[in-house]
Each structure stands twice: as structure tokens, then as C-alpha cells.
């Protein structure tokens, strides 16, 4: 009743528990999702958006006439196809084009293999001089692709100095679009080659980009981790531009200052209620923006067009005031309302944390004892890194624990394996710290906060930067 009509595309989500991701179906919108505008207006953008998707379902007629062909993918792939209406029976028209206003073909887009995808896109980037906004899903989309561009820079300056494309895996389906749209430019490569790589010097975006304005992500939350290493790349003068707080299920808020990545108002394109978090005695009871009160945190719940019905959205948001122009709750995210590791590919839990360290775990391997969790990106891709501490010495068959814990990870869900197959997820890490490591970080965490030690826990994901880099100077060995 609330979703008449046949599905648009069908998002797949970031699966936070069983083996598959939740799918939603979204429907058309005479208004698609946008988010909060642009502080500046950007002429040429480099849109390292995918526009892939997975078999589709097709709904045909009784008689088995084609009816409507519906992509599975990625919400941010469906809302950049809903705004532009970019349908995927016309995708091949457009693979050879470099539409207007972007820097790279169509069918860059195309490309799966998540390490070629982003080589690719970079390419076209730093072949064009004029480049004024780059526009990612999620800001590590960002600095992964700056690490790739610092691992190929010969490659990469080669390529467009003598008009090629380089031999990056898994492209042979586009190359031919590739070639098309990709020229000599001898002047390009040494005015590149004369700046260096990445991180050769801080600002290093706005010598390779003197037109450079915006960069536009979503950077809050867990998110907000990469923002030090993309400001130190960017240089003084970007603008980072976080856009609108969503998830697959619903748009929740848009930004509030173009300046401000971390502050949301509520929107108004779908119905979102509250359940309120603070206070144990009015838990579970729905309530209106009207009811909110500045400095309490609440769970939303979302009404959509696409048909949910007071579905809960598994984050906490804290309200700090009111927008003075509408009068819209303001809010900025807080946490999950289970601890997990946010990945680009997938939700990790806490239960799953638990079931990968029961798996690897062993006399023949390391009898683990405690643990705790961090994003480990200090390679590329960036994978899930567990600090563990261990009973007696070794096993024997310790090589194995780093297959088991993703092989563990993998009965989870199984977009870690399709992550890995395309190069964007490595094998879990294992760092084994030093005895009473983790009796000490509680002492240490407790005196820095002014608690008793009896009050502070391991926690199963280590959030907090100096927390991370405190527990990586106490490791004594790594798997």
C-alpha cells in the first residue's frame, strides 16, 4: 500500500547478521534523495561511484514477457542512478562517453575489481589538469585510492604520458571505452612527475589540481578516522563536504553546515520517529521530533515511501538542539546501538567478533585469553586487526589462525569473500600483546578517566586513536 508499482533497484545492505545482506526495495521518487547543497559549485568532478550491479531481477508476464528489469546494488549506486535517472538498459549507450561535467568514461564505473576500479578512476583524475571536486561514498574510498595512486605513480605518470592503459586486473570488459577517451599528453606526465607521489609533501592534491575545491563523502562517525590523513593530502583549502547522514534503509538527516561534517538535520522525506535511549523508564515509547530535548540520545525509527513501517535503525543519534530555520531536531551520530566494526563492505558484530576468535583459537594454534578489535589499514586493503592476549606459549600450527579467523569471518557473511576476491578486504590480522597488556590498558584508561579500574572494560572494537596506538606499542609478536 505505501509502495505501489514496481521497484527501481533493490539495495543490498551492509548485512549485520546472517549470512546475507537485507535487501530493501526502493521505488521511483518523483524527488530522488539529495543531499544537503554544495557549498561550492564544481565544474569537473571525479565520480568514483560504481555503477555495477548483480543479477537482476526480472519480472516478467504469465506468458514470460519482459516486464521491468530490476538492478541489485549498491544504495549509493541506486541513488546516483535515481538522480540522474541513469537506467540500466541504457548503460550502453553511455560506456564509451565521458558524460558532462565528469573526468572519466562511463564504463569505469564497471569495473568490480576494487583495486583497478580505483587505479582507473585516478587515472582519468590525474590526466585532467582542470579537476575542481571529487565525489566518493565514504572518505576511505578516498584515501584508498591515494594510497593506489602512491603504489602505481610510475604506472600511472607512464600511462598518461604515452596515452595507454595499463595493465590493471579484471578491466578487460571496458578497455575498449578505456582507449577511446585516453590521449597522449607528454606536458601532463612531467608536470606530475615534477610534484611526486602523494605523500611526498603535505597539500599534494592542490599541486597536482590547482582548481581543486571539494572534496564530498560521507566522513562522520567511524568515518570521521581517515579525516586527518585526507586533510594532510588535500591541503588547507579543500573543502570536505559531508552531504546527508543515510543508510541503505532511509535518508535520516542532512548536513547542516557545509563546514561541519558531523552535524545533521533531520529530514523530511521520509517519516522518522524516536525511540528515546536516555532514560530507562520511557524506553520503547515512539516519539515526534517536537519531543526531543537537546543533549538526549535516541534510536530512530523510519517510516518510508519504499514501505517500512517503523523500522528501527540500528544507530544512536544525540540531539543538540533545533535548526532555528524549520525548527528540525539537529543531531550528531553517537555509536551503534550494537558494538560493531563498520567496514565499506559490511557490518561486523560483536557475536561475529566472538565466533571468529572461538574459530582460531586453539591449543595448536594460540589458546586466546582476551581480545579486542581495530580496522588494521596500515596496508592496503585494510582488513580487521584483533590484539589478543594468549595462555602459555604458541602452537604449532599458529600459520593457520589468520585462514581460520577468515574463514570464520566468511561464515558470517558472505560479502567478506566477495570483498576479498576483488581486492578490497585482506585476511584478518593478529597481533599478540605482551603479557598484562590488558590489565594495564585498564589501569591506564581508568586514571586518564578518572574511573576506578573495576568500572572500565576491554571493549570488543578499539574506536579511540590514541587507544589503538597505546595497545600497537605493547605488541610482541604478529601471526
Not at 388 to 396: F, H, T
Not at 465 to 470: L, M
Amino acid at each position: 500500500m505505501l509502495a505501489p508499482g514496481l521497484p527501481f533497484y533493490i539495495p543490498l545492505s551492509s548485512s549485520t547478521s546472517g549470512k546475507k545482506s537485507k535487501q530493501f526495495a526502493k521505488y521511483f521518487r518523483s524527488q530522488p534523495y539529495f543531499g544537503g547543497p554544495p557549498p561550492l559549485r564544481v565544474r569537473t568532478t571525479s565520480l568514483v561511484y560504481t555503477f555495477a550491479y548483480r543479477d537482476p531481477v526480472v519480472v516478467v508476464t504469465d506468458a514470460g514477457e519482459l516486464v521491468k528489469t530490476i538492478p541489485l546494488c549498491n544504495e549509493s549506486t541506486g541513488i546516483v542512478r535515481a538522480q540522474n535517472n541513469w537506467s540500466i538498459e541504457t548503460d550502453e549507450t553511455r560506456m564509451a562517453s565521458i558524460l558532462p561535467g565528469l573526468v572519466a568514461p562511463w564504463a569505469t564505473g564497471f569495473i568490480i575489481h576494487h583495486r583497478s576500479f580505483l587505479l582507473t578512476h585516478a587515472l582519468f583524475a590525474l590526466a585532467n589538469i582542470s579537476l575542481e571536486g571529487i565525489a566518493v561514498p565514504l572518505l576511505v574510498v578516498f584515501t584508498d585510492m591515494v594510497h593506489r595512486i602512491e603504489e602505481e605513480w610510475s604506472t600511472l605518470i607512464s600511462s598518461i604520458r604515452n596515452g595507454t592503459i595499463p595493465e590493471f586486473e579484471q578491466i578487460d570488459h571496458v578497455r575498449t571505452y578505456l582507449e577511446l577517451n585516453m590521449h597522449a599528453d607528454p606536458q601532463r606526465a612531467d608536470e606530475l612527475q615534477k610534484i611526486g607521489p602523494p605523500f611526498s609533501s603535505p597539500g599534494w592534491a592542490e599541486r597536482v589540481w590547482p582548481s581543486l575545491k571539494l572534496l564530498t563523502c560521507v566522513c562522520s562517525g567511524t568515518f570521521a578516522a581517515s579525516l586527518p590523513q585526507a586533510r594532510s593530502v588535500l591541503g588547507p583549502n579543500v573543502v570536505i563536504h559531508n552531504p546527508w547522514y543515510i543508510c541503505t534503509e532511509c535518508l535520516i538527516g542532512r548536513n547542516l553546515n557545509p563546514d561541519d561534517t558531523e552535524t545533521f538535520v533531520v529530514a523530511t522525506d521520509e517519516l522518522i520517529e524516536f525511540l528515546n535511549m536516555t532514560e530507562e523508564q520511557t524506553q520503547g515509547e515512539v516519539l515526534q521530533a517536537w519531543d526531543l530535548q537537546p543533549g538526549k540520545f535516541y534510536q530512530p525509527v523510519s517510516t518510508t515511501q519504499d514501505g517500512l513501517w517503523r523500522y528501527l535503525i540500528d544507530d544512536i543519534i544525540q540531539v543538540v538542539g533545533f535548526d532555528p530555520r524549520n525548527g528540525l531536531p539537529v543531531f550528531r551520530y553517537s555509536r551503534r546501538k550494537n558494538m560493531e566494526i563498520r567496514l565499506p563492505h559490511a557490518l561486523i558484530t560483536e557475536a561475529d567478533l566472538l565466533s571468529v576468535v572461538s574459530a582460531f583459537s586453539g591449543k595448536d594454534t594460540v589458546e586466546v585469553q582476551e581480545f579486542t578489535t581495530v580496522v588494521d589499514d596500515r596496508k592496503f586493503p585494510q582488513t580487521l586487526g584483533f590484539f589478543i592476549s594468549i595462555k602459555g606459549n604458541i602452537g604449532p600450527n599458529a600459520k593457520l589462525a589468520r585462514e581460520r579467523a577468515f574463514a570464520a569471518l566468511v561464515a558470517t557473511s558472505d560479502e567478506h569473500q566477495i570483498a576479498f576476491d576483488i581486492d578490497e578486504f585482506g585476511l584478518p590480522t593478529i597481533r599478540i600483546v605482551k603479557p598484562g597488556t590488558f590489565a594495564d590498558y585498564r589501569r591506564w584508561r581508568g586514571e586518564g578517566m578518572n574511573i576506578g579500574v573495576g568500572q572500565i572494560k576491554l571493549p570488543a572494537v578499539l574506536t579511540d586513536p590514541k587507544a589503538q596506538e597505546w595497545m600497537a606499542e605493547r605488541v610482541m609478536i604478529e601471526l
